[in-house]
């Protein structure tokens, strides 16, 4: 109905609808390519069972693995937050940068 009663309109809120589809996907494969570098380290941690169900119920509906989730929610922490490491490893945050 809102196709035939204003197809400019409609044709618009398709090109938007579309638009955040591909930024969603570049986002998508920016990350995998940033995951898929060398894993070289371990990570163990304690915490408590409420915290790990949330980690599980994230990483199945994202469709991921439990590790590939702490992943994807460590990067989208860093780029919010302006992390980023320094050419010997560590981190830095641009705050620190500029004082």
């Known amino acids: ?23 969603y996907i570049c986002l998508t494969i920016i990350l995998c390519i940033a995951m898929s ?7 163990s941690i304690r915490t408590s069972s409420e915290i790990k169900q949330l980690v599980r119920l994230a990483a199945e509906r ?21 992390l980023q490491l320094a050419s010997t490893g560590t981190a830095k945050t641009k705050k620190t940068a500029k004082q």
Request: charged residues 25%.
């Open 1 to 23: 109905m809102f196709r035939q009663v204003c197809p400019d309109l409609w044709y618009a809120h398709e090109l938007i609808k579309n638009a955040k589809h591909m930024q």
């Open 62 to 82: 994202e469709r991921r693995s439990v590790s590939s989730m702490i992943e994807i929610l460590v990067l989208d922490y860093a780029r919010q937050h302006n």
């Open 37 to 43: 570098l060398l894993k070289d380290e371990t990570l």
